[in-house]
């Protein structure tokens, strides 16, 4: 089995030769911190909507090292940290709009992979989420009870055998089908928007690690190239500076308690084949979920494997980042036992890989895009587990503050807000340790005993700040 090397999805790309980094000092109209998701939309659409924009992404590795060439390939319509909090603060219609924005996006993506002439393996299957012990069946219907009140998701109940009939999971009780989401490869995708923007006239420079942000100097107007990310290359100027940078954000300075590096780990079986398909009615490309809380996540691949995720070792002291994604044995050991809990057929079936990343946790679990027009600074993150189309979004909209543009997603719920920081260590990483204790122990008794879901877990989701 291979282990880290970024990504079993960077694997089954041929090489490429590095882009050149950064050689000295450079001046541009806009600069972006990342050439993952975020900073590769940001620029795809800023490209678009003015070829005459200087652009440059810096990015510390290669395009796509980061959560986006390591993800599960969901691109579903999930808003990180849920509507309630947002319709309560500004009303139902427009939250109802932020959701139909995310399902367009999920179509979006597939739009630009087309038109781009991206082969991300994009198929768009719908996304089912299995109960398989009672208490998570009971935790699916006050879910379905929930999305009754938010139609645009177009979720739909099902009972066992309809769950059974899309895919045969073992021990399904009921589930939940919900068409906006779509399964991509995800390196693919970093790879393909990377060659788009470049043939827009974006320079990515790749091994250049920016230090440190500064916005524009006090009382300099809007054109003025004096906000400055300090590389180990060379300083870049430029009048708006975007920090695309995910679950890394930790390590620019001054910024060590905004987002929470949250670890997610995956492995990967050889190709399956077409008996155990149909064995597991397994034909669409629907991304599957279970109702567990230290949740996993599946895709069906191109060629027939099965990609599987879940949460591994969540959390390192100090907010550190991994590297090349190296994964525990242990976390292979439980990834490979609830695939073979799920589907009891791919019990002996080889792991081909397994690999791990970091994605960024906002301390009440909420996602920001945003722009400050006095400094020139922006920044887009905080996804959780559900970046894949957030990161369309937040291009499409960081585009339009940076050029000004007066469009309904400027006025989404997301934009500006302002997220409370994570508490400083040993604080920091007793909760999250805690909170991950607690998930896995009531997932544990759940399975052992069918029971409903125990305080603890309650307390575990009061204490992430999750919600709907
Ligand atoms: C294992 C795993 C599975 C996931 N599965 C899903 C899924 O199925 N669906 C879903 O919606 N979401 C999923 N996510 C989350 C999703 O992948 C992310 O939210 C999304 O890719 C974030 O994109 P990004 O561009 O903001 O960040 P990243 O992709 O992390 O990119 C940030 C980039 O910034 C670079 N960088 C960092 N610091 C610096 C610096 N100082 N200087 C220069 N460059 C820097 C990094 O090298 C990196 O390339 C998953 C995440 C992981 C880790």
Redesign the pocket.
Known sequence: MRNGEVSFWFSQLDPEPPRPALDGDLDVDVAI????????WSAYYLAKADPALRIAV???????????????????N?ITGGREDDAKRVGRATVGRFQEIFNEAVDEVGRVCAAEGIDAHYVKGGELLVARNPAQLGRLLAEAKHEESWPEDEAVLLSAAETNQRVRVAGALGGMYVPHCARIQ?ARL?RGLAHAVERLGVTIYEG????SLEGRAAGQPAGALTARAV?DRGTVRAAQLLR??????A??KGLKRDWLPM????IVTEPLGDTLWEEMGWQGAE?LEDMAHGYV?L?RTKDGRIAI?GRGKPYKYGSATDLDGDTPPETVAALSRQLHSMFPGTTGVGIEHA??????VPRNWKSTVGLDPATGLGW??G?????????NV?GQTLADLVLGWDTERVRMPWVNRTVRKWEPEPLRWIAVHAMYALFYGADRSEDRRGSTTRWWAHAANALSGRGH
């Open positions: 911190v990342g050439a993952g998701y975020t900073g590769l810096l990015e510390a590795h290669h395009v796509g090292y980061g959560a986006s060439g390591r993800n599960g390939g969901w691109v579903a999930s995800p970093a250049t690690t920016v230090l590389t695309c940078t995910e679950g890394f954000t390590s620019i670890n997610s780990s995956m991304t996540y895709q995720g690999w791990s990343g970091v994605l960024g887009a993150g996804y959780v587990g559900t970046g894949v189309t957030a990161t937040a």
